[in-house]
């Protein structure tokens, strides 16, 4: 547990973060790898200082480095690296579809966005409809 | 109780899920529930008269201590009567009203017994909790029923109306009954009566209350979603939207007004909604020329009537309320009957397009007259008695501020109804008939006696409670004693002497007449008059109003929040994930720690800080690769610094193993990656990233005191203590992995099972597209006759 530690989780983070804003798959792909890390870094702070390891009959266990953090961090580096292999094999499947691997925006979404205003026409011209209705029920 | 619950219920689904097979005759076997609930009433009809109200009880959230509680006492056996009497007209009218193919037919009649039982639960709930839901679940069937005819988008959009108005009045009311049941320390009614709970939390739940029974009743300005829901089939509009459903509304203001009546604003609200309603609905009933909307413009009149009646809280003026129910039940029921029948034999309600009709509807007709003229409370009819009674009620016995107000208000939209009522027999005789028009009716056949039958009882009963109203006598009073345990109601009468209530009857009626031979000229007035009123929003257009801007909001929601682009989806993410919790942590910081370790571990955070930058500046991917390759041996280092020798192994083989698969894939992809335009600009995302990078420093800082603040043995000694003697391991780190936390093993195995199978199956080498080219992004866009998406969006 010290500053310096702290430091470079955190640094691994804001660069892991950086990357994953970016639009190509290879890049977020490495910001992953990163925050991993960085997160990594974390799980063992969060066992105190370090110490020998945590091996009966090698040396007492109160000089032992905590060997809980430890298990979670083996967990986390097999799942990370799971993740990057299934990512990478996205980005290949990306580059042999349209020969890139950039994340687009997704045009369905932006479609949607679009309609707001077609729709509210739409909406507009039906709601008329029934005001004139209304109005023919009020006289 | 419960089993008469049960029955409908499983009636009703019976017959849904019988479907096509029962045609009309579902009518016949929905018919079994009204009539085992009015024999059920019947039976314990005199012990709940004498004042000894049947109770059931069933615990079902004892946690919360929510019970369903029932009661029957007089006032709920009242409203038993009215549901499964007219429910049980209704079942056979429809066998004359519907065709036995009707498509839904089936499910129209399976969803009226639903309804029919939810609304027993609404009277029967003696548990504000338990009538909350069968309110809802009534709102619910009205809902199904008005929109059976689901190929009708007007059908479709009156039974929105309906269930957005009910349904939100609902949210408020549970509101409401939720401060009064916690102020008052119980949600039993016949509790809360005894002792009703007071105070500024009750004030504002009272008004809630009212503000759901207002929605549910019809009342203005809620009021628009009843005339809608007339695009229901005759037999729904008779049973919910005239005789029962909208009637919830006033029976839950008449079982509060005995507690709340004179707490807070309650009498106010209820005065000034009522009245207004009562005349709104009668001036816009005098304008239909639709038989069934000038009924329903009426209903909504006659329930703005029975709120003054029964939720000023005085029992004389409330006895007369529960007589208009019962009278209002028959002949409006009675009324929409004849629309029915009127409009299966013609074609047509329109009054414009009646011209009369033939010798053999003169039945119809009888019961048409009879039922408008107890309407517009002419004697010896029903609907005479409850309005002299009202009265009576409002004469002898408004002695509260703004009684005479209230009681001029139910005078003149008393001649409205009047005239109202005496517009829809003319129309019924032909009198509007439009020379025009072609003749539909002359020549309509007359109806069957299946179908005639039901509203000629209706009439009959019409007739003898208006000349023997004492045969009701029993009923009235003890549902009176019900509301109000110190009262003593007095008994009906079709003639109580010549007195003011009198003379304000035969004011009514000549008024009425007067309006009646003067009609041209009214119609002339009120035309006038509603382009005067025209700029003043209905309640209608309010309701369009309050869906535009739903919309209009949901849009802009949507647009904002689900823009398409991923780095802004992560990025509010994460910022969110790190930067809230941290402002929380930021104050737990406390002495900073040691700032290093061993110095072996300045090296190590040299490299992989230096390597991390590196990462994410190279525009060439497998140098980016490596460099985060580097970081993870650097971590590697790390571990073994940090006494970790099993981490720094799989580190090891596993950054290896990613490095490879990193260099498989990277050399298909280009060499390194041409700038786009990303959807944060950069000094945006270096932002995030900083904001990211100060969030996760102070919640490592902060973390770590937090540790060093606790005294117990860690779960990590426990471990270390009992690696050896029950994991039989050494290697402290390893028996965690596969004893203590075994399973946790085993998900993560099948977590990397599943990557691999989804990586192999993506990379496994699929059919190449035959242009060798797939469109993208800006292709889709520009093919399209969409406009060009605006500059920055793209």
């Not at chain 2, 190590?604 to 230096?610: D, E, G, K």
């Not at chain 2, 060439?620 to 970790?644: D, E, S």
Request: aromatic share 8%.
């Amino acid at each position: 547990m010290s500053v310096l530690l702290a430091f470079a989780a955190a640094f691994l983070f804001a660069t892991g973060t950086w990357m994953l804003l970016q639009r190509r798959l290879s890049r977020i792909l490495i910001g992953v790898g990163l925050v991993g890390h960085g997160s990594n870094i974390l799980l063992l702070m969060s066992g105190g200082d370090g110490g020998v390891s945590p091996i009966i009959d090698t040396a007492d266990p109160s000089e032992f480095a905590d060997p809980l953090p430890q298990a979670l961090v083996l967990t986390s580096i097999v799942i990370t690296f799971g993740v990057t292999a299934f990512l990478l094999a996205l980005g290949f499947r990306s580059w042999r579809i349209t020969h890139d691997d950039v994340v687009e925006d997704d045009v369905e979404d932006r479609f949607i966005a679009r309609r707001h205003e077609t729709d509210q026409a739409i909406a507009e011209e039906e709601l008329a409809e029934r005001d004139q209705a209304v109005e023919e029920g009020r006289r | 109780m419960f089993f008469l619950l049960l029955l409908h219920l499983v009636i009703g689904i019976a017959i849904v899920a019988a479907g096509k097979m029962l045609g009309r005759r579902a009518f016949l076997v929905a018919a079994i529930a009204p009539l085992v609930t009015l024999l059920w009433a019947a039976a314990k009809a005199p012990g709940v008269l004498d004042g000894d109200p049947v109770t059931e009880s069933f615990a079902w959230i004892p946690q919360l201590g929510i019970d369903i509680d029932m009661r029957l006492d007089a006032f709920a056996l009242l409203m038993v009567a009215v549901i499964s009497g007219i429910g049980l007209l209704i079942c056979i009218y429809s066998m004359g009203y519907f065709s036995h193919d009707k498509p839904g037919l089936a499910r129209l009649a399976g969803v009226l017994v639903l309804f029919a039982g939810a609304m027993l639960g609404v009277v029967l709930s003696d548990q504000l909790i338990a009538l909350f839901i069968f309110w809802e679940l009534t709102s619910v069937t009205s809902y199904l029923l008005i929109g059976n005819d689901d190929t009708n988008p007007r059908a479709r959009a009156a039974s929105m109306q309906a269930i957005f108005i009910t349904g939100a009045g609902g949210l408020v009311l549970l509101a409401g009954l939720i401060i009064i049941g916690q102020a008052g320390g119980t949600y039993r009614m016949s509790e809360l009566l005894a002792d009703p709970p007071t105070g500024g939390a009750v004030n504002a739940g009272i008004v809630l209350v009212l503000i759901g029974a207002f929605t549910k009743s019809a009342q203005a300005p809620f009021s628009s979603w009843l005339p809608a829901a007339m695009v229901a089939p005759t037999p729904v509009s008779a049973y919910l939207h005239s005789a029962t459903m909208v009637k919830a509304g006033v029976y839950l203001v008449a079982r509060l007004a005995p507690m709340f009546a004179m707490t807070g604003s309650w009498r106010l609200v209820v005065m000034v909604i009522g009245a207004s309603t009562m005349s709104i609905g009668g001036l816009r009933a005098l304008r239909q020329t639709d038989l069934k909307l000038l009924l329903a413009y009426g209903t909504v009149s006659q329930l703005g009537f029975m709120m003054l009646l029964l939720g000023v809280g005085e029992y004389h003026i409330a006895e007369a309320g529960l007589v208009l129910i019962l009278a209002h039940a028959a002949f409006k029921a009675a009324l929409f009957m004849v629309v029915g029948i009127i409009d299966h034999e013609t074609g047509t309600r329109d009054i414009t397009e009646l011209h009369g009709f033939g010798p053999s509807w003169r039945l119809v007709q009888v019961v048409a007259v009879v039922s408008a003229a107890s309407m517009a409370g002419i004697p010896p009819l029903f609907g005479f008695v409850a309005k002299e009674k009202a009265l009576d009620g409002y004469l002898e016995h408004g002695d509260f501020a703004g009684a005479t107000a209230v009681l001029v208000v139910i005078v003149l939209a008393s001649i409205l109804t009047f005239a109202y009522s005496a517009r829809f027999v003319l129309g019924v005789f032909g009198a509007f008939g439009d020379v025009d028009r072609p003749v539909v009716s002359r020549t309509a056949h007359a109806p069957g006696a299946v179908f005639v039958g039901p509203s000629v009882v209706l009439a009959v009963a019409t007739i003898v409670f208006g000349i023997v109203p004492g045969l009701l006598d029993d009923l009235v009073e003890g549902a009176t004693t019900a509301l109000y345990p110190a009262s003593e109601p007095k008994a009906l009468h079709l003639f109580a002497g010549f007195n003011t209530a009198l003379l304000l009857s035969v004011v009514i009626i000549v008024c009425g007449v007067l309006l009646t031979v003067l009609r041209t000229r009214v119609t002339g007035v009120q035309r006038r008059a509603s382009e005067v009123i025209r700029p003043i929003p209905s309640g209608e257009q309010g309701y369009l109003g309050v869906l535009r801007g739903i919309s209009a909001v949901a849009n802009r929601v949507t647009a904002t929040v689900q823009n398409g682009s991923l780095p802004i989806y992560i990025a509010i993410i994460i910022l969110t994930v790190t930067l809230v919790p941290a402002a929380a942590f930021a104050t737990e910081i406390g002495p900073l720690p040691q700032w290093v370790e061993e110095p072996a571990h300045v090296v190590l955070v040299a490299v992989m800080v230096a390597a991390a930058l590196g990462a994410s500046i190279v525009r060439h991917r497998i140098a980016a690769a490596l460099m985060l390759g580097a970081v993870g041996y650097a971590m590697a280092g790390l571990y073994v610094a940090r006494g970790a020798p099993d981490l720094a192994l799989t580190q090891f083989s596993i950054e290896t193993l990613s490095t490879v698969l990193f260099v498989l894939v990277l050399r298909f992809l280009p060499r390194s990656w041409r700038h786009r335009a990303p959807s944060i600009a950069a000094p945006m995302r270096i932002a995030v990233a900083a904001a990211v990078g100060v969030g996760i420093f102070i919640f490592a800082l902060s973390a770590g005191n937090a540790r060093s603040s606790v005294d117990e043995p860690s779960m990590s000694e426990v471990m270390v203590e009992q690696s050896l003697p029950k994991g039989k391991g050494h290697n402290v780190v390893n028996v965690i992995l596969v004893d203590f936390r075994g399973w946790d093993t085993m998900g993560e195995i099948t977590v990397l099972l599943v990557a691999a199978i989804g990586a192999v199956s993506l990379a496994r080498p699929g059919r190449r597209r035959s242009d060798d080219h797939a469109p993208v992004f800006e292709e889709i866009l520009d093919a399209g006759d969409e406009p060009a998406l605006p500059e920055p969006l793209r």
